[in-house]
């Protein structure tokens, strides 16, 4: 399956709650666009807070505030629905709504193939 995953850096000025509020928000809207934008799955992690160490491994914290991954049955239906003229439209509101509660500029955005083994 095609995938893009998105590590998410909250606006400045969100606290916690309000960021999480507006994503589940976002999420709604999301699921109404599924259709438009051929949407196979759709997930969100939250980072653990609190005493628990971000990693066991000599690696660096996950600087981020969320993770969201969409997947696709392959490129060619995320390139078709890009291009249709709902799809567009889609994507202009969800970019429009991401940018009141998203960094874009600090946050990382990547597309690719997932090979599940189990």
Known sequence: ???VIMLVKKRDGLSDAEFRARWQAH?????GFQAALRIRGYAKTLPLHGNAPATQRDTLPFAYDAMGELWYDNRAAFDAARQSTAGQAALAALRTDEATFVDLAQSVLWFGEEERLI
């Open 1 to 3: 399956m095609f995938k």
């Open 27 to 31: 999420s709604e809207k999301v699921l």
